[in-house]
Each structure stands twice: as structure tokens, then as C-alpha cells.
């Protein structure tokens, strides 16, 4: 009950109890006051001290109220601030227990950690934190600026821009730069910034700049075996089929059934050799267009969630051109952390009570239960030790196709021959092959 009241909380937080208000109340007042100092001084050049009391005297009531609404509106996130304050601490006022805090395994990749935050930063399309946090947490030179180095901070950005970090080479996952300032790559900036105008665009319901996008990098796409431009075509041509009372669109020719079917004959033609049947579906609904509902093709236009799931379709294609993963790193990390968090603490406290401690190293000593959008790699038990394979104890499979772990296949090794554990097969330990799961 406490976590579900914290989470009602947290919602009213963030949805009604929010600064835009209160900033908008500030730039009011500063509108108002503004207004009132060029009237002033106009009126002071002309010596009319009549206007100049006059101004001063309307200007009273129109600043009270903005102040009142100000403080009305401070009062609204204050309020929703203690409320959620203290819901939160009697959500956490039943603590489990305390992790060991004597070793931190993360303190020889603080680089690690701060990339991760900046990336994250960048991927969320907040450049300019992302840009200040990188050069704060980049170690600063301790030498002396000799007179020859006191130029001007933008000569100086402009040359460390131009010539000693790469602004235009983008940055992947799978390269982990000990200077942060990599990241500040212009190119990479560009990318996550049209990334969210399309984004944008699809949360508008307007799909016409992600087809392009996709258009663009067709070739990459077929590549991998996306079906992203099709399913934006797909969408495109049901949207248009709804016709003006539905997509809002202007009431023309290429809107409505007559306009889908232009659009499919222009854009579905490339798409025959794989989206054959998916296309004649698409063309079966037109004998139902007055009814659509009673058709057999009722589901395939249901589009209640279709723009979310092609954005995070395009999201993940786009994402993955550009070498990065679909999701930011950090934000699956602390969320399986937090997670995991409970249970680990349990399992110290009860382990800590029993006397005995925690002797695996690079894995946790139980199961943590994980959405499956968090479940990235396989995992192996050997049938014969019941142990889980690690780096060092890789799966290997046998000719015969059953699959042990190499320490397992070395104890029922004599000579260079075994017998496998689970048929009359036989073999040289040379055949057995190491696998990848």
C-alpha cells in the first residue's frame, strides 16, 4: 500500500504540481514591469511626472495579482513535494537490512560511469547538461597558463573543437573513450536531435518525416532485415483510410479510401516481394471501406497503440544505425539494480544472521526475476555439475549434440576420449566445441 500511494505521488508530482507555471507568472511580471520602465523613462524624457505617478499607480494591482498567482502556484508544487516526501519515506521506513559498503566493485570505472551518464544525457536531448557535465568531470590541467596560452575561452574551444577532439565522427556503444570531450561530437548531437524532431513528429501522428528517414537509409535497413519503411507506408495508407473525420487531414483527393489507394499504387510496388499479402489485405479492406468494422480486416486497421509501437520501432532502427543500443545503458542498469536491490539485501542480512558469506564473484548467488525487455543473454547450466558456465567454463557441445561444460567434459575425460554422460556416443575431446549462447 505505501509503494502504490508513492506512486500516486509521484504521478501528481510530475503531472499538476509542475514550475511551468510559476515561470510563466515570473515572465509576466517581467513583461509588466518592463512595459512600465520604457513608459517611464519616455515620460521623464518629456517631463510629464503626471504619467510617470499614473504608470506607477496602475502598475500596482496587475503586479499583486501575478505575485498572488506566483505564490499559488509555489505552493502547489511545495505541497506536492511534502506530500510525496513523505511518502517515500514511509515506503522506505521499513528498511531490510544494509549492503557491505567496505569494497566498491565500480570505483576503477569512474570513466565508465561518467560516459554512461553523458551518453544518457544525450540520448534524452539534453545537450547543453550533457556538454556542461562533460567538463566537469573531465580532470582538469593543474599547469600554469604561460602567456602565450592566455587566449580567449572561445579561442581556446575553438581549437581543442578543431583540432585536438574530432567533432564530427559519431560514437558507438562499443568504443568507450577515456576522454569524455569524444562525446561532445557534433555529428552525435545532430543525430539524437533529429532523432527526437521525428519523434516528435510521430507523437503528432505525422509519419512523413519518419518515412523519409527510413527512406534514406533503406539500404542499412534491408540489411538487418527491418521492416520499418513498410510498416510506415503500412501506417500511412490505414491513416489516410480513416479519411478527415479521423486523421484531421484536409478533406482532398489524397485523403480518404481514394487517397489510400493512390498512396499504395506509388508506394507499395517495392514492397511486393516480401509484404505480398500483407499488401492484398491492405487492398481486400477497400470492398469494405463503408463498414469496416464487421470486415475480417477490423484488427489489421485497429491503430489504438500503432504510432507507440512504430516509434519505438523506429527508436531501436535508428538507435542501432548509429551503433548504440536501443535503450540507454544507464537507465537499464539502475532499473535492474533497483530491482535487484531488495532481494540482495535480504539475502545479506539472512546470510549475515546464519554466519556464512557471499562467495560467487561475477554473478549474483540467487535468481533475480527481470521484465523480459531486460533479459539480453542466455544462460547455461551443465546437466552434470548443475553449475551455471561462466567465461572460464565455457559450454561445449559433443558430436552427438548434448552440450556440457568444459570442466565437466575434462572430468570425464581419460586419455583424450570420453563417453558421453547422456548417450552410448564416444569421442575425442579435440571435437568438442566451444559454443556461444
Given at each position: 500500500m505505501a509503494y502504490l500511494q508513492l506512486q500516486k505521488d509521484l504521478e501528481k508530482l510530475t503531472g499538476s504540481a509542475k514550475l511551468a507555471d510559476a515561470v510563466e507568472d515570473v515572465d509576466e511580471i517581467i513583461k509588466l514591469l518592463t512595459a512600465a520602465r520604457n513608459k517611464v523613462a519616455k515620460a521623464q524624457e518629456a517631463g510629464?511626472?503626471?504619467?510617470?505617478?499614473?504608470?506607477?499607480?496602475?502598475?500596482?494591482?496587475?503586479?499583486?495579482?501575478?505575485?498572488?498567482?506566483?505564490?499559488?502556484?509555489?505552493?502547489?508544487?511545495?505541497?506536492?513535494?511534502?506530500?510525496?516526501?513523505?511518502?517515500?519515506?514511509?515506503?522506505?521506513?521499513k528498511g531490510m537490512g544494509a549492503l557491505p559498503v567496505e569494497v566498491d566493485p565500480m570505483a576503477s570505472h569512474t570513466a565508465l560511469i561518467n560516459r554512461a551518464i553523458a551518453m544518457h544525457l544525450l540520448r534524452e536531448g539534453q545537450f547543453g547538461v550533457a556538454s556542461t557535465f562533460i567538463n566537469e568531470a573531465q580532470p582538469q590541467p593543474q599547469t600554469a597558463p604561460t602567456p602565450h596560452d592566455q587566449q580567449s575561452p572561445s579561442i581556446l574551444q575553438s581549437h581543442m573543437a578543431s583540432s585536438e577532439y574530432p567533432t564530427d565522427t559519431l560514437i558507438t556503444d562499443a568504443d568507450i573513450p577515456s576522454d569524455l570531450t569524444a562525446l561532445q561530437s557534433q555529428a552525435l548531437q545532430s543525430s539524437f536531435a533529429d532523432m527526437y524532431s521525428i519523434l516528435s513528429a510521430l507523437k503528432a501522428h505525422n509519419l512523413l518525416p519518419a518515412i523519409n528517414w527510413a527512406r534514406e537509409n533503406c539500404i542499412e535497413l534491408e540489411a538487418r532485415g527491418s521492416n520499418l519503411e513498410f510498416e510506415l507506408?503500412?501506417?500511412?495508407?490505414?491513416?489516410?483510410?480513416?479519411?478527415?473525420?479521423?486523421?484531421?487531414?484536409?478533406?482532398?483527393?489524397?485523403?480518404?479510401?481514394?487517397?489510400?489507394?493512390?498512396?499504395?499504387?506509388?508506394?507499395?510496388?517495392?514492397?511486393?516481394?516480401?509484404?505480398?499479402?500483407?499488401?492484398?489485405?491492405?487492398?481486400?479492406?477497400?470492398?469494405?471501406?463503408?463498414?469496416?468494422?464487421?470486415?475480417?480486416?477490423?484488427?489489421?486497421?485497429?491503430?489504438?497503440?500503432?504510432?507507440?509501437?512504430?516509434?519505438?520501432?523506429?527508436?531501436?532502427?535508428?538507435?542501432?544505425?548509429?551503433?548504440?543500443?536501443?535503450?540507454?545503458?544507464?537507465?537499464?542498469?539502475?532499473?535492474?539494480?533497483?530491482?535487484?536491490?531488495?532481494?540482495?539485501?535480504?539475502?545479506?542480512?539472512?546470510?549475515?544472521?546464519?554466519?556464512?558469506?557471499?562467495?560467487?564473484?561475477?554473478?549474483?548467488a540467487f535468481e533475480t526475476p527481470l521484465p523480459r525487455s531486460m533479459l539480453y543473454h542466455s544462460i547455461f547450466v551443465c546437466p552434470v555439475s548443475k553449475e551455471q558456465t561462466t567465461d572460464d567454463n565455457p559450454p561445449v557441445i559433443l558430436p552427438c549434440g548434448h552440450v556440457l561444460a568444459r570442466e565437466s567434459l575434462q572430468r570425464l575425460t581419460k586419455g583424450n576420449r570420453y563417453k558421453c554422460p547422456y548417450c552410448p556416443s564416444e569421442g575425442i575431446v579435440k571435437d568438442a566445441k566451444e559454443i556461444i549462447l
Open positions: 510629464d511626472t503626471h504619467t510617470m505617478s499614473l504608470t506607477l499607480t496602475k502598475l500596482q494591482n496587475p503586479v499583486k495579482e501575478q505575485i498572488d498567482g506566483l505564490n499559488t502556484s509555489l505552493k502547489h508544487v511545495y505541497k506536492a513535494q511534502n506530500e510525496f516526501n513523505k511518502s517515500l519515506k514511509t515506503a522506505c521506513s507506408c503500412k501506417l500511412q495508407f490505414i491513416w489516410l483510410f480513416k479519411g478527415p473525420t479521423v486523421n484531421g487531414l484536409p478533406d482532398t483527393r489524397d485523403n480518404g479510401v481514394q487517397g489510400a489507394l493512390q498512396y499504395a499504387r506509388i508506394n507499395f510496388g517495392r514492397f511486393q516481394q516480401r509484404h505480398l499479402r500483407e499488401i492484398q489485405q491492405l487492398s481486400g479492406a477497400m470492398v469494405y471501406s463503408q463498414d469496416l468494422e464487421l470486415s475480417p480486416y477490423r484488427s489489421i486497421f485497429d491503430i489504438s497503440v500503432a504510432f507507440e509501437e512504430v516509434a519505438s520501432s523506429f527508436t531501436r532502427e535508428f538507435c542501432s544505425l548509429l551503433g548504440l543500443s536501443a535503450e540507454s545503458p544507464l537507465y537499464v542498469a539502475a532499473t535492474a539494480g533497483a530491482l535487484a536491490l531488495p532481494r540482495l539485501v535480504k539475502y545479506n542480512t539472512k546470510a549475515k544472521a546464519k554466519g556464512t558469506e557471499w562467495t560467487t564473484a561475477q554473478e549474483l
